[in-house]
């Protein structure tokens, strides 16, 4: 188990854990049910690889994006999901994240997040019960259309929930994040949009308007 300190700049220091075998899988999920309990909002996000992708014709180069990476933020703490087909703890790691998905009294908050509800579905068998597009939510709070097209930093730094943030390198397209040489610089990038979701899932979930929940 791959453990970080994030510093975060709200001055909050943020537990990081990238999680790799079948006893960091329990302690972690273990972790997340603590905070939740407390709080029940939990930031969601994705990471995307590109694999190659069969093809007929043997000079294409055809590859294909998929969810390499689930992402979950607390106030505390940041967990880090591998989704390793080749892992030996991969099918017990979706046997727990499926649980910890359905659990009905987590609101899981994300920006733009409806198409990585499809890619869980379709290639992990993945369901979450209850999550909140907060691209959704702040358009319908605040009455800015123009909103739901920010990214989680640009929305994080408008609500002023989270000041100073970098834009995101777009050199973490082409990160293999199923890699076990992660360092620290691509581990706080990861962890940045998660936390954003959540200090804005926090701000806009004061009034708690449920008709955004899905």
């Not at 080749?86 to 994240?97: M, P, R, S, T």
């Not at 994300?110 to 939510?137: P, W």
């Not at 358009?139 to 989270?162: H, I, Q």
Request: glycine share 6%; aromatic share 8%.
């Amino acid at each position: 188990m791959d453990t970080f300190l994030i510093p975060m700049t709200d001055g909050n220091d943020l537990s990081t854990t990238l999680v790799t075998g079948k006893d960091d899988i329990d302690l972690s999920f273990n972790l997340l049910f603590g905070d939740a309990a407390g709080d029940k909002v939990v930031g969601f996000d994705t990471e995307y690889s590109l694999e190659p992708k069969f093809s007929r014709d043997l000079d294409a180069h055809v590859v294909d994006k998929r969810i390499a990476l689930v992402k979950l933020c607390t106030k505390h703490r940041c967990i880090l999901f591998r989704l390793d087909r080749d892992n030996v703890d991969y099918v017990h790691l979706l046997k727990k994240l499926s649980a910890l998905l359905a659990n009905k009294d987590i609101v899981f908050v994300g920006v733009r997040k409806r198409d990585d509800l499809v890619k869980l579905r379709n290639e992990y068998g993945l369901e979450i019960s209850n999550l909140v597009e907060l691209s959704e939510l702040v358009v319908g709070v605040l009455g800015e259309p123009a909103l739901g097209t920010y990214g989680a930093r640009d929305l994080a730094s408008y609500l002023d929930v989270l000041r100073h943030l970098q834009p995101r390198n777009s050199i973490l397209s082409l990160i293999n994040w199923l890699d076990n040489s992660l360092n620290r610089q691509q581990v706080m990038c990861a962890v940045t949009d998660t936390y954003a979701a959540y200090k804005i899932g926090k701000k806009l979930l004061e009034d708690r308007p449920r008709k955004y929940i899905y």
